[in-house]
């Protein structure tokens, strides 16, 4: 990161060009696009320590199945770094509107814009834990019975490992139960605030993050990743052609298969041609990326991004 410059992360466009070595890529956009996409695509297929699939995830159960979260466990160095870096990465797509294919759960974008968490935020990506404290909180049990569980003071992080919550208590007793309740709960709601810190060190290189505060956490997903609906009428509206009328019959065809399309064949087509997965939130944020659809023969198009 301490290769770019502090002017050039506030390019209105492109940050770096885009070499791919063997490949025959001319860098008129999407060969920077495809570089972010894989960067995206390596932080959420386990090749890096940042991101952990939340635990509704791995129980294959409740919401946010398929998001991420930030790893509590990547607290070295060398991960704050990493973080930093994610930071820039978003604060290039805030500036630049080139959104990110970045699946976040819903919680991390709430503290990304300044909001705390809540109760309501942690079952939304761990649907067992509050009512396993409830059970424990709200259990009948005699104390010899609380004793004969054995249940260790400990509470599960985001990623699974067990944390021991008190040096004073190795189990949960009758008499401390509400006590680990409550640090079981404060523990999962602030597990990520060091790496939520360092994301947002890296966002203010690039955007001035105290105004992130204005924004709810969905608005703030929405300025990174742009709508992770794909809108025809505004891919047409930035479209241009060369070589071809809007009207002729090739054209007509090629946005006939385009509607049929469904979103997830869509987003595979705008990876293809653009090196994107998302579109822009409006026509003012493609600043000029055209979508280019010119005709080489009268059989097939080219479709490319012009910045």
Not at 258 to 273: A, D, I, Q
Request: aromatic share 10%; net charge negative; with cysteine.
């Amino acid at each position: 990161m301490t290769s770019f410059s502090p002017d050039s992360l506030l390019l209105p466009h492109r940050v770096w060009k885009v070499k791919f070595v063997g490949e025959s890529v001319d860098d008129c956009g999407g060969g920077y696009s495809e570089s972010i996409a894989e960067i995206c695509e390596e932080l959420q297929n386990g090749l890096t320590p940042l991101l952990i699939v939340t635990p509704n995830g791995r129980d294959e159960s409740g919401a946010n199945r398929d998001c991420y979260l930030f790893s509590p466990a990547a607290r070295a160095p060398v991960h704050t770094n990493m973080f930093r870096f994610l930071g820039v990465l978003l604060g290039i797509a805030i500036r630049t509107g080139s959104p990110l294919s970045l699946n976040l759960a819903e919680p991390v974008w709430k503290q990304l814009a300044g909001m705390s968490l809540t109760i309501a935020d942690l079952s939304e990506v761990d649907k067992d834990f509050i009512p396993g404290l409830m059970y424990i909180r709200d259990n009948e049990a005699t104390s010899e019975e609380f004793e004969a569980m054995s249940l260790p003071f400990t509470v599960p992080s985001a990623s699974g490992q067990d944390i021991q919550l008190s040096s004073k208590y190795t189990h949960i007793t009758l008499d401390n139960r509400a006590e680990y309740v409550r640090l079981a709960i404060n523990y999962r709601l602030h597990e990520f605030d060091e790496q939520v810190a360092a994301v947002r060190e890296g966002m203010a290189r690039v955007v001035p993050v105290p105004l992130l505060s204005l924004f709810t956490g969905y608005e703030l997903e929405t300025m990174v990743c742009g709508s992770p609906d794909i809108p025809l009428h505004l891919l047409k509206s930035v479209a241009t052609y060369k070589g071809v009328e809007p009207s002729a019959p090739l054209i007509q065809w090629f946005w006939e298969v385009m509607e049929s399309f469904s979103n997830t064949e869509r987003s595979l087509f705008l990876r293809f041609v653009w090196g994107r997965t998302r579109l822009p939130r409006t026509i003012a944020d493609f600043r000029g990326r055209d979508f280019v659809i010119q005709v080489i023969n009268e059989l097939f198009l080219f479709i490319s991004e012009i910045d």
